[in-house]
């Protein structure tokens, strides 16, 4: 196999006294949809963070195309290509669907905002909507489209399903499933719909207290009924 897109070595971070991340070692490939799971609290936001410079490693290092990112900032790490999603949907509630879209631009034409309402047909019908008229599912749509615009190489999604109900869901895999096919894009998903993720990603790591505990193929781990039940605490049908 060809060089890893990205690589985190031993990975060690926390907030003050506390040791989040506890030599956190995992690879991904380029166009990879890797689900990371666990159960709540064992350190899957602190990892998204940490790949996206947000919180400071203690020890270890992290590779992005080959290169040491680990002491590049959160704004330089996007330059290089790195996209992220944060859990709490980061949209600006007083500007349009359509402004919202602007901001992510950066330096690229206006006309790149189609590729947005390619992927999301509802944010076209809904463009010169307020931040605040859109529903949870659509919200979070705005959010991803956003961070797309940026042309990353990888996006790293927290929990996009989160609160959103079941047919909303269905959409936002859709369209997710289409972003990876349209621009190649390699993906790092966090999320606690198990089933749901495990039939979009196809490999998934297993977190526990801060380090990988298990590793599969995303079909495989949703057959071992075992493995999710000792480590994710949930059965799934
Ligand atoms: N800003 C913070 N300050 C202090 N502790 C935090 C902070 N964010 C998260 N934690 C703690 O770090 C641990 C891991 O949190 P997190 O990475 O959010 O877990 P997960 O996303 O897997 O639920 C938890 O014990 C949480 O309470
Ligand atoms: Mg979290």
Do not use: C
């Not at 159960?39 to 990892?47: I, L």
């Amino acid at each position: 196999m060809s060089q890893p897109l990205l690589q985190l070595h031993d990975v060690v971070a926390g907030y003050g006294p506390t040791t989040v991340l506890d030599n956190l070692s995992l690879n991904l490939y380029e166009r990879e949809r890797l689900a990371m799971i666990g159960r709540n609290g064992v350190g899957k936001t602190t990892a998204l963070r940490a790949i996206m410079g947000l919180v400071p490693l203690r020890q270890g290092r992290i590779l992005f195309q080959g290169e040491d990112i680990s002491t590049l900032n959160p704004h330089e790490r996007a330059q290089r290509g790195l996209g992220y999603v944060p859990q709490t949907r980061d949209i600006f509630p007083s500007l349009t669907v359509e402004e919202n879209l602007l901001a992510g631009l950066k330096h690229r034409p206006r006309s790149a905002l189609d590729e947005a309402y390619t992927l999301f047909p509802r944010l076209a019908e809904r463009r010169y909507n307020g931040g605040t008229q859109l529903s949870g599912g659509e919200q979070q749509m705005l959010s991803v489209a956003r961070a797309l615009l940026g042309q990353p190489s990888l996006i790293l999604l927290d929990e996009p399903l989160e609160g959103l109900a079941p047919l909303i869901r269905l959409e936002l895999l859709r369209a997710f499933r289409l972003m990876a096919e349209i621009t190649g894009i390699a993906v790092i998903i966090v999320e606690q719909q198990i089933n749901e993720v495990l039939g979009y990603a196809s490999r998934a790591v297993i977190l526990d207290h801060g380090t990988v505990v298990h590793e599969s193929e995303a079909q495989a781990l949703l057959a071992d009924s075992d493995i999710l039940e000792r480590w994710v605490g949930m059965a799934v049908h």
